[in-house]
């Protein structure tokens, strides 16, 4: 059964050129060496919470905005195959210095998830 890798991430509303940019060309490289899917979502309707929620999981600060994504696999081998062989490409690499990604890697929040259902 296929596996996904999920992240939520705040993004400044300034830089979602920038990240839609860089977004589609590590996706595009994704899906060139094997991954299934390459979803990116912008959030329009995710209030905060009092306890949990997606604006809060992040720290989501003034000005920024939830990107919610995620990338399916065959399976986890094939995932850590795939993701093993894209942080080695050049093409994503320039987009992994801290100082020139369009948002706050450390507040990122990411994982894998071995599918449960999928209708």
């Known amino acids: 059964m ?4 999920g992240f939520v991430i705040p993004v400044p509303k300034d830089k979602l050129e920038a ?6 060309e590590c996706g595009a490289v994704w899906r060139e060496l094997g991954a299934l899917e390459f ?3 912008v959030a329009d309707d995710a209030p905060p919470g009092k306890l949990t929620s997606f604006p809060q999981s992040v720290m989501l600060e003034e000005g920024e905005v939830v990107v ?12 850590d195959e795939i993701n093993g062989k894209v942080m080695k490409d ?3 690499a320039a987009f992994m210095d ?3 990604m369009p948002f706050d ?10 599918m449960m259902i999928d209708l």
């Open 2 to 5: 296929a596996y996904v890798d």
């Open 19 to 24: 990240y839609k940019k860089m977004s589609r």
């Open 39 to 41: 979803r990116e979502t």
């Open 68 to 79: 919610f994504s995620w990338i399916v696999f065959e399976s986890r081998a094939r995932r």
């Open 90 to 92: 050049a093409r994503v």
């Open 98 to 100: 801290p100082v020139n």
């Open 105 to 114: 890697a450390k507040r990122m929040i990411y994982g894998g998830f071995e």
